[in-house]
């Protein structure tokens, strides 16, 4: 059982360059999301999405799109990528909250990708 | 607006002592929280949850207290192990609403 699988791990973009952040799931789970991860700052909510073909912004979502074509994937792009971007993503899924109550608080996040912007 | 705060970045506890990591809120509304740990190059990973309802909860070394009144939550682990060291996130949800993360406190257990 993989859970929540984030690819790539690692990679460095040059300024204005695009990229994509793939995130798959398997727990079969309906809310998906997106956070980054700064020094002093915490987890950070950019996108989600509470079901296949939805998104909604999150508290930082400049500079980023979304998709989540199939329930099981979440895409995160960067159209053109800024310094201010070097960070660490991680992906998270969840239960719904309205069919399990409490476990919809409960994510399951992936090990992360490292992206420098230089 | 940092609904949830982890006042300390960092802490260091000797193996075997009680370690006590602190939360604050400010949102009277949130009613379920969490207790996540993070290992370095992993993802966090739940720990352990509380409700409103609740002022304390206990699974194995790990409690979680709960002060509606102060707003204030606290993680306790008895006893400290080295595999403890992480960064340890609070984090909170009202309703239905997504869960919002502290900023996290870095626990260092020393042998």
């Known amino acids: 059982n993989a859970g929540v699988t984030q690819t790539p791990k690692f990679r460095v973009l040059k300024t204005g360059q695009s990229m994509t952040l793939l995130c798959a799931q398997d727990?079969?789970?309906?809310?998906m999301y997106w956070y980054r991860q700064d020094p002093g700052m915490g987890l950070r909510l950019i996108h989600y999405?509470?079901?296949?073909?939805?998104?909604a912004k999150g508290e930082v979502p400049d500079g980023y799109n979304v998709s989540r074509l199939k329930k099981q994937n979440f895409l995160l792009g960067l159209e053109s990528a800024a310094p201010s971007q070097t960070s660490v993503y991680f992906c998270?899924?969840?239960?719904?909250?309205?069919?399990?109550?409490?476990?919809?608080?409960?994510?399951?996040f992936g090990s992360g990708t490292r992206l420098t912007v230089v | 607006d940092q609904q949830v705060k982890q006042n300390s970045p960092s802490l260091s506890v000797q193996e075997g002592r009680i370690s006590i990591l602190n939360c604050d809120y400010t949102?009277?509304?949130?009613?379920?929280f969490l207790w996540y740990k993070k290992y370095p190059a992993e993802g966090p990973t739940f720990l352990i949850s509380?409700?409103?309802?609740?002022d304390k909860n206990e699974d194995g070394r790990f409690t979680v207290f709960l002060n509606k009144s102060a707003k204030h939550l606290s993680l306790h682990i008895v006893p400290s192990q080295p595999g403890d060291s992480a960064v340890y996130f609070c984090?909170?949800?009202?309703?239905?609403?997504?869960?919002?993360f502290g900023t996290g406190t870095k626990l260092q257990v020393i042998p």
């Open positions: 998270a899924s969840s239960y719904s909250l309205a069919g399990t109550g409490v476990e919809g608080h409960r994510y399951t």
């Open positions: 727990m079969n789970h309906e809310y």
């Open positions: 999405s509470v079901g296949e073909g939805t998104t």
């Open positions: 949102n009277s509304m949130f009613d379920y």
């Open positions: 509380i409700s409103s309802i609740k």
């Open positions: 984090a909170a949800s009202a309703g239905y609403q997504k869960v919002t």
